[in-house]
């Protein structure tokens, strides 16, 4: 997801959503509007659809209709509404930062964003229009705003920006919350049928990992040496392993018992566990980040990932802050209305996070 993972803002209070919405006539064509700009109704549709897709995130029971429980301790179709919303105004916060700054987009970002628009909309578009999503309104809610956000964003925060964050800082902060881990990955199934193994095999290849983890903590092997094993243990052509360096949390899209675990260990650990989920068993060692820091740093679209896990959190408060601040915009309630979350319900699948 994009606008810095689709900039997931703190929820509007109602009085601030009143505030700012206006009664509408019968056109349902708009969301919103300044005297500057309008907003078509799909850009809206679209925000919707994310924050649906969101939600489904945060729901407590991921078997259960995602409208039927709580996100945030409201219920989920109110959540889902007041984001589709806050995500559709800070595209007006944004344009608003554009001018503060002197950003203008260029030429190349101009066909940048058509490029990429036309590129997802090629792979997901019938799926948009079906929700009444025109490419039109597509580009303007995705690539448009992913842009801009992204100019917005190095324009405060990165080289030469009005709050630069320093070499110094950024170092303290990848040193500080960065991860550096390398893992074994055996599957609990048949890669060609994927139906599960059998109770024996399945129980030899955990014991495996645990010896080699233990062998591992006794300082006997070495990883690329288990890796190697695992290897001729299986009979590939290649090591099921990888190196990660991550900012580790629930949002990195590892599975959250894995996350808990790796930041449970110590640096030289090596632990094995179970993904139920994944249906996979998983050796982990704990490496030791700070070996990583300067190469990291050192390369310009890490670097720039470093800065956007730290001060992202930190740009969204303000987007959304000036976004609830704004006093010239106009909602059509109405045609809000007439897009509720339930409509994505029994088109949900799983490819449509995709488009995002």
Do not use: H
Request: charged share 25%.
């Amino acid at each position: 997801m994009n606008l810095l993972k689709r900039l997931t803002a703190s929820v509007l209070s109602i009085a601030m959503l009143a505030g700012m919405t206006a009664c509408s006539g019968q056109d349902k064509t708009w969301a919103a509007k300044t005297n500057e700009k309008t907003i078509p109704i799909g850009v809206y549709i679209y925000n919707e659809y994310v924050a649906y897709q969101t939600a489904s995130t945060k729901v407590e029971d991921a078997a259960k209709p995602v409208l039927e429980q709580k996100v945030e301790d409201k219920d989920a179709a109110t959540w889902i509404k007041e984001q589709a919303l806050n995500y559709t105004k800070q595209i007006f916060a944004l344009d608003k930062k554009m001018k503060e700054l002197n950003l203008t987009l260029t030429e190349e970002e101009t066909k940048e964003i058509t490029s990429s628009a036309n590129t997802q909309w090629a792979q997901y578009g019938s799926t948009l229009e079906g929700y009444g999503i025109a490419k039109e309104s597509y580009t303007m809610a995705y690539s448009e705003v992913a842009m801009k956000s992204n100019k917005v964003f190095e324009a405060i925060y990165g080289k030469g920006g009005t709050m630069e964050v320093s070499d110094a800082q950024l170092k303290e902060f990848f040193e500080r919350n960065y991860t550096d881990f390398s893992y074994v990955l055996i599957p609990l199934y048949d890669p060609n049928t994927y139906a599960p193994l059998e109770e024996a095999t399945e129980t030899e290849y955990k014991k495996f990992l645990e010896d080699q983890a233990a062998a591992l903590n006794k300082g006997s092997t070495t990883f690329a040496a288990t890796a190697e094993a695992t290897k001729q243990k299986l009979k590939l052509d290649y090591a099921p392993t990888q190196d990660v360096t991550t900012f580790l949390n629930e949002e990195s899209g590892y599975p959250i018992e894995l996350v808990t675990m790796i930041n449970g260990m110590k640096v030289g650990e090596a632990k094995t566990i179970t993904l139920t989920a994944s249906q996979a068993c998983v050796l982990v060692i704990k490496n030791d980040a700070t070996k990583k820091t300067a190469a990291q740093l050192a390369d310009a679209s890490t670097r720039d990932q470093v800065l956007k896990d730290m001060k992202q959190t930190e740009f969204i408060d303000t987007l959304t802050t000036e976004a609830n601040a704004l006093t010239n915009v106009t909602v059509n309630q109405k045609a809000l209305d007439s897009y509720q979350p339930s409509m994505f319900v029994t088109k949900d699948n799983g490819s449509s996070s995709s488009a995002e």
